[in-house]
């Protein structure tokens, strides 16, 4: 009674510290007084944080310190029917920190795959990484390792027909994403009926093997997108083939590889040195190769933890293709033991696409660090902060913001784990 008293205080302390009390709708849950808002349609409950609660998370990681009650901030992310989250904050506020700070528990406390979408690969330079992450430049002709987006994975063979099926639909789409990147806009539907029977012609010969002789995948044998393309070109002169006659080159350099990556646990992706424009295809080759490795772990009983950096350039150039799979990367990886985190600067700019503002609203895990005016405002809109919290976001020291996830909202300072 005496610990449940003292919690309770401190609670108590905390609520006065952000004046949500003003608020005549609250409600008490937990010692803490809570509001309901509207989140497309799905109501969310944005808690000031109990001390009593801040600390139960023991099996989980480590997220820094509750800058009004001085308690330690732990979370179960493995754990929570919301596991997929957010890093948000502009240049130089911290994202990079925080989701390094995350890494390192991971590699440390679990045997868990690390995935990291890196394009300039930052997170290597990181001394406190150095050493446990293999930095890999899968599109680069003289690495040793590369990557075939267009991989198929076979998970199961209860109905060989439906997973034929579904096998060369899902490579019909990965196409249909890869080859909107390379020639930069979006196909018709004369040409994707045109690209579908190719990608037919290859695959579904190579499936049938491969389920012939209950085989998951064939690396070694598997189509690639330059098999495709180079069908394609030996069709009549259309607008695809005019566009693919000045990307040939581009596509045998990027997209004519078998897939040889390492076995480590810890991966960065990084692909610096490519031409801008093919920013987009690439990044999709990253996100179907982290699909087969979700799909491998899980047959493993290993979660597979992905950071996904560069969101901002995908949005800015609207790569509707791309931020698709992204999404659904986003949204289907839970049942297969991902884990998935976008890094973004803007949320003005996730709320402005379709597909962004639906990753922002489905996340159940989201550090926010300092932000700029209008997505301050954005994050208040969309989570119903009082504009007290929203002051921890506002010109915050690099590695300060909130923490929001369900039930929480918390200020925290990132420091050196105890």
């Known amino acids: ?34 509001l309901s808002t509207e989140r ?26 509750n800058t009004v009650s001085g308690n330690e901030i732990w979370y179960d992310r493995k754990n929570s029917h ?9 240049a130089g506020s911290g994202k990079t920190w925080a989701a390094i700070d995350e890494i390192i528990q991971v590699i440390d406390k679990t045997n868990d795959d ?8 930052y997170f290597v330079y990181s001394e406190q990484v150095k050493g446990n992450l293999t ?11 590369h990557i075939n987006p267009l991989d198929v994975y076979i998970t199961a063979y209860d109905d060989t027909n439906i997973s034929e099926k579904i096998t060369i639909t899902d490579t019909i789409d990965k196409t249909f994403c890869l080859m909107e990147g390379i020639i930069c806009r979006n196909l018709t539907n004369a040409e994707k009926s045109v690209i579908a029977d190719k990608v037919k012609e290859l695959f579904i010969p190579f499936v049938k093997y491969l389920i012939d002789n209950r085989l998951q995948y064939d690396y070694e044998h598997n189509p690639t997108l330059s098999d495709i393309a180079e069908l394609l070109l030996s069709e009549k002169d259309t607008e695809l083939t005019v566009n693919l006659h000045e990307q040939e080159v581009v596509i045998k350099e990027y997209f004519s590889y078998k ?74 990886s839970r049942p297969y033991g991902g884990i998935v985190t976008l890094i973004a600067q803007s949320v003005e700019e996730l709320k402005k696409s379709e597909i962004g503002n639906a990753c922002l609203v489905s996340a159940g895990f989201i550090r926010c660090l300092s932000c700029k005016c209008q997505d301050r405002n954005s994050i208040s809109k969309v989570f ?28 925290f300072d990132i420091k050196q784990q105890v």
Request: with cysteine; charged share 25%.
């Open 259 to 332: 897939t040889h990556m390492p076995d480590d646990r810890a991966v960065v992706l990084s692909w610096e040195d490519t031409p801008h424009f093919l920013n987009s295809a690439l990044y999709a080759g990253g996100v179907m190769y982290s699909w087969n490795r979700l799909l491998q772990n899980r047959e493993k009983r290993k979660y597979t933890w992905i950071y996904l950096e560069e969101m901002d350039s995908l949005l800015s150039n609207k790569t509707e293709s791309t931020l698709s799979i992204v999404y659904e990367l986003f949204k289907r």
């Open 1 to 34: 009674m005496k610990e449940y008293i003292a919690g309770a205080v401190s609670a108590f302390a905390v609520m006065a510290a952000y004046k949500m009390i003003q608020n005549k709708n609250a409600n008490k849950h937990d010692n803490c007084e809570t």
């Open 82 to 90: 919301l596991p997929n989250g957010l890093i948000l904050g502009s």
């Open 384 to 411: 119903g902060l009082h504009d007290d919290i929203l002051e921890y976001i506002n010109s915050a020291p690099a590695g300060t913001g909130l923490l929001i996830a369900p039930e929480h909202v918390i200020p």
């Open 40 to 65: 497309n349609d799905e109501f969310i409950r944005t808690t000031v944080p109990a001390t009593l609660y801040e600390s139960s998370d023991k099996d989980g990681f480590y997220y820094g310190y």
């Open 114 to 121: 690390i995935i990291i979408f890196d394009k300039e690969g």
């Open 135 to 145: 930095s890999v430049s899968p599109y680069d002709r003289n690495s040793e390792y």
